[in-house]
């Protein structure tokens, strides 16, 4: 069975830091590319950051390139996103998500969807 | 940046009844396009990818169509627990940005 499993939210004060992390398991990940999605309080879903398989290839939403960094420890199964300089407006529930693999056969391609999520964690940024 | 946008922002419909949910893009993502079920206090669940293909486990009362720039989400015959947030979710540029989400309700 699949699981992700977000940890390291909270309380911190604008400017601060925090690193989040989401542990896999039930399959293999480093397999998987993997993303991390974002939900402001009554509002609706903001990709933030992706990461390939492998973690060669990094990407972020203009909204947090510069100040997030996303990585991954294929040895521990487990996904990190590094949040520096963080402002209200980043104050969300953040959710890790592993992406389908994506492929082309008999001319078709597939790109999928995310199709496992965590639980997610919420981090809120106040003074 | 491909911008979704959905229609309507809420609709209303009672348990048995036919939705429609409408999803579109700003510039052609060809058919690389997913729909997300989100209730209240859970995750989303990955309901249809590439426009047309049911997830794992999903009801054969969910059906998505469309490409292009068009794509709509249909629940032929919704029950009880259909009732909740509904997003959309462009692949065709990876790994994907969402629309902002229809809201179904009971009527």
């Known amino acids: 069975e699949v699981q992700l499993v977000e940890s390291g939210g909270g309380l911190v004060q604008p400017g601060g830091s925090l690193r989040l992390s989401c542990a896999a398991s039930g399959f293999t990940f480093s397999s998987y590319a993997m993303s991390w999605v974002r939900q402001a309080p009554g509002k609706g879903l903001e990709w933030v950051s992706a990461i390939s398989g492998s973690g060669g290839s990094t990407y972020y939403a203009d909204s947090v390139k510069g100040r997030f960094t996303i990585s991954r420890d294929n040895s521990k199964n487990t996904l990190y996103l590094q949040m520096n300089s963080l402002r209200a407006e980043d104050t969300a529930v953040y959710y890790c998500?592993?992406?389908?693999?994506?492929?082309?056969?008999?001319?078709?391609?597939?790109?999928?969807?995310?199709?496992?999520w965590g639980q997610g964690t919420l981090v809120t940024v106040s003074s | 940046e491909i911008v979704l946008t959905q229609s309507p922002a809420t609709l209303s419909l009672s348990p048995g009844e036919r939705a429609t949910l409408s999803c579109r893009a700003s510039q052609s993502v060809s058919s690389y396009l997913a729909w997300y079920q989100q209730k209240p206090g859970q995750a989303p669940r990955l309901l249809i990818y590439d426009a047309s293909n049911r997830a794992t486990g999903i009801p054969a009362r969910f059906s998505g169509s469309g490409s292009g720039t068009d794509f709509t989400l249909t629940i032929s015959s919704l029950e009880p627990e259909d009732f909740a947030v509904y997003y959309c979710q462009q692949r065709s540029n990876w790994p994907g940005t969402f629309g902002q989400g229809t809201r179904l309700e009971i009527k």
């Open positions: 998500a592993k992406d389908s693999p994506r492929y082309c056969t008999n001319g078709v391609c597939y790109t999928g969807g995310f199709d496992y």
